[in-house]
């Protein structure tokens, strides 16, 4: 039996030509040809003054705290419901990850429990734009702003979506993005980090490049850094990715139509939301059953890839991970953040890569349907 994997990029001549050029040409003078390309585009495609090509959106985090200088004895928010990535590099700083509760509709952070959550450590709020939803940025933005506090917008997941026809990576301070390959936009692994900001810019030029100032050719470090660089082949496989956004973006969102007509019969399975105002880029096609189903996250999991179809858990709420087990606010969130840890209960992410078929979407809801009322 085949298998439906869970994800999965589109390359095309295009990419692929790129990429050849690149290796055949992109070294000596020529060696930054395709990061000052994908990196302006980029930056042109979300609305920025500036960005940055990394080898990760975990290193574009990274720097985002180091530019703004969190460090020991601060805390920053973030949503329970998000992978690890966008929390760990809190830890790297010496921050304190402080995880709150999430909306029911969109599975973003929730303004009220950002706002709850502020105290006078807060330095900063990392918003995430979960499998590309959007959050409230307006009362976000509204909130932090009047609260003195950073907003660092973690849309690893969302490109090409939209906030009242603001892109996603256009909030905040500093914004990030991921280009693994599971994304909807791949260099293979890579990220990106986008700002308005040119000090934050700087900074985090220089914190990335073993703390040197760009351009420097003394090899004269003034700070012990970091090396965090994507290769010119990422890059110009990013660069020919960018030049088909639009197709890859309406690609997800016709992948997204097929399910959500598969499943408009299904009773008691709900789907990624799309509030009024927003534009969802579906990154990964989501499905939260009913609580009277009476089947666990695990179970669903397991049963389906049993069905050869390849599922993800819903994010665990960061709260709920041994990696937390240590920190001191974590039992209390695992006790506060009820719809982190209600929908992390109940959902998966079904197949939501470029070669999902319509014959693959009838499989996986009749094979989704079937075992949810075993
Ligand atoms: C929400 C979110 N943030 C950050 C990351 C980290 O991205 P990367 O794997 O490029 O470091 C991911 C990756 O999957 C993610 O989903």
């Known amino acids: 039996m085949e298998r439906i994997p869970v994800a999965g990029p589109s390359i095309t001549q295009r990419e692929i030509d790129y990429v050849t050029d690149a290796v055949t040409n992109a070294w000596y003078g020529n060696a930054n040809v395709y990061h000052a390309r994908f990196e ?3 930056a042109t495609y979300v609305d920025r003054k500036y960005a940055m090509a990394l080898p990760s959106a975990t290193s574009a985090i990274h720097l985002t705290l180091l530019a703004l200088g969190v460090g020991a004895g601060d805390e920053v928010i973030i949503p329970d419901s998000t992978w690890i990535a966008s929390a760990a590099p809190i830890s790297y700083v010496g921050a304190t990850p402080v995880f709150v ?8 952070i929730r303004p009220d429990s950002f706002e709850a959550a502020i105290t006078d450590r807060t330095k900063a709020v990392i918003l995430v734009d979960l499998y590309g939803s959007m959050p409230e940025m307006d009362k976000i933005l509204t909130i932090a702003s009047a609260r003195g506090i950073a907003v660092i917008e973690d849309a690893a997941e969302a490109v090409g979506s939209e906030y009242c026809g603001r892109p996603a990576g256009s909030f905040g301070e500093m914004s990030v993005f991921s280009f693994h390959g599971s994304k909807t936009l791949t260099t293979g692994e890579g990220g990106m980090f986008v700002t308005d900001r040119r000090d934050l810019f700087d900074r985090a030029q220089f914190l990335r490049d073993h703390g040197r100032v760009p351009g420097d050719v003394q090899f004269f470090n003034t700070e012990v850094a970091y090396k965090y660089k994507m290769s010119s082949m990422q890059a110009a496989l990013g660069l020919a990715q960018l030049e088909r956004i639009d197709e890859l973006v309406q690609k997800k969102r016709d992948i997204f139509a097929m399910y959500r007509n598969a ?6 399975i709900t789907l990624n939301a799309e509030p009024a105002g927003t534009k969802n880029s579906y990154w990964m096609i989501t499905a939260v059953w009913d609580r009277a189903f009476g089947k666990s996250k695990n179970e669903v999991v397991l049963a389906m890839r049993d069905g050869g179809v390849d599922v993800r858990p819903f994010f665990h709420p960061l709260s709920s991970l041994p990696a937390y087990a240590g920190l001191p606010g974590a039992a209390a969130a695992s006790r506060a953040n009820h719809v982190s840890y209600d929908l992390s209960s109940r959902a998966v992410n079904l197949p939501s890569g470029f070669n999902v078929t319509a014959d693959n979407v009838a499989l996986i809801r009749d094979t989704l349907l079937r075992l949810l009322q075993l």
Do not use: E, L
């Open 263 to 268: 499943f408009a019969d299904a009773n008691g």
């Open 40 to 42: 302006s585009a980029f």
């Open 101 to 108: 509760d999430v909306d029911q509709a969109t599975w973003c």
